[in-house]
Antibody, heavy 119, light 111 residues
Framework: VQLVESGGGLVQPGGSLRLSCAASGFTFSNYEMNWVRQAPGKGLEWVSYISSSGSAIFYADSVRGRFTISRDNAKNSLYLQMNSLRAEDTAVYYC?????????????WGQGTMVTVSS | QSALTQPPSASGSPGQSVTFSCTGTSSDVGRYNHVSWYQQYPGKAPKVMIYEVSKRPSGVPDRFSGSKSGNTASLTVSGLQAEDEANYYCCSYAGSNNFWVFGGGTKLTVL
């Protein structure tokens, strides 16, 4: 069971970036997924949720209207499209799985991908 | 500022017990039993240690235990070991508006 994030990097304020999370070792299409971020030296912050089918999506207030979560179950992949990036979006971004049968925690995490927003 | 309040630091000697608190509101910790605790080493991904207030995932030592009273959840680590030195974060479901909220984390030092 593994999640591997990619797509992070350095981007200027106002720019865009698309993160990916590749899942393996489990039936990805059965699981609800999330993005969680952690600013340097700070705590964890939930960013976004997507249901197993993609029909239900939620965002934190801090990213709503700028970030878009999506998934491709055929490719076992989760995505986060980040637009209008701000300095305060600088963080390590983790994808995290909610377990079955009840999504009551985050039981599998990726290793994270670093996003730096700076001019 | 984090939605859940945790003390920034805690410490204990090997073999001792230490308890961390996590204070929320009646909209999150007080309302739902979806409270989890995560252990995180520097530069590493978090690992779930407790879920649904007091349940331990397979492989987590029974030295780790969780509880909740009202709007406050607690994590107790008994028989402290050097490997327990890490950051610990609480997390609660908060409904369809805020979804998941985290605490600011407690850094545990094993003296």
């Amino acid at each position: 069971v593994q999640l591997v994030e990619s797509g992070g990097g350095l981007v200027q304020p106002g720019g865009s970036l698309r993160l990916s999370c590749a899942a393996s070792g489990f039936t990805f299409s059965n699981y609800e997924m999330n993005w969680v971020r952690q600013a340097p030296g700070k705590g964890l912050e939930w960013v976004s949720y997507i249901s197993s089918s993609g029909s239900a999506i939620f965002y934190a207030d801090s990213v709503r209207g700028r970030f878009t979560i999506s998934r491709d179950n055929a490719k076992n992949s989760l995505y986060l499209q980040m637009n209008s990036l701000r300095a305060e979006d600088t963080a390590v971004y983790y994808c995290a799985r909610e377990p079955l049968p009840v999504g009551n925690t985050f039981d599998v995490w990726g290793q994270g991908t670093m996003v730096t927003v700076s001019s | 500022q984090s939605a859940l309040t945790q003390p920034p630091s805690a410490s204990g000697s090997p073999g001792q017990s230490v308890t961390f608190s996590c204070t929320g509101t009646s909209s999150d910790v007080g309302r739902y039993n979806h409270v989890s605790w995560y252990q995180q080493y520097p530069g590493k991904a978090p690992k779930v240690m407790i879920y649904e207030v007091s349940k331990r995932p397979s492989g987590v030592p029974d030295r780790f235990s969780g509880s909740k009273s009202g709007n406050t959840a607690s994590l107790t680590v008994s028989g402290l070991q050097a490997e327990d030195e890490a950051n610990y974060y609480c997390c609660s479901y908060a409904g369809s508006n805020n979804f998941w909220v985290f605490g600011g984390g407690t850094k545990l030092t094993v003296l």
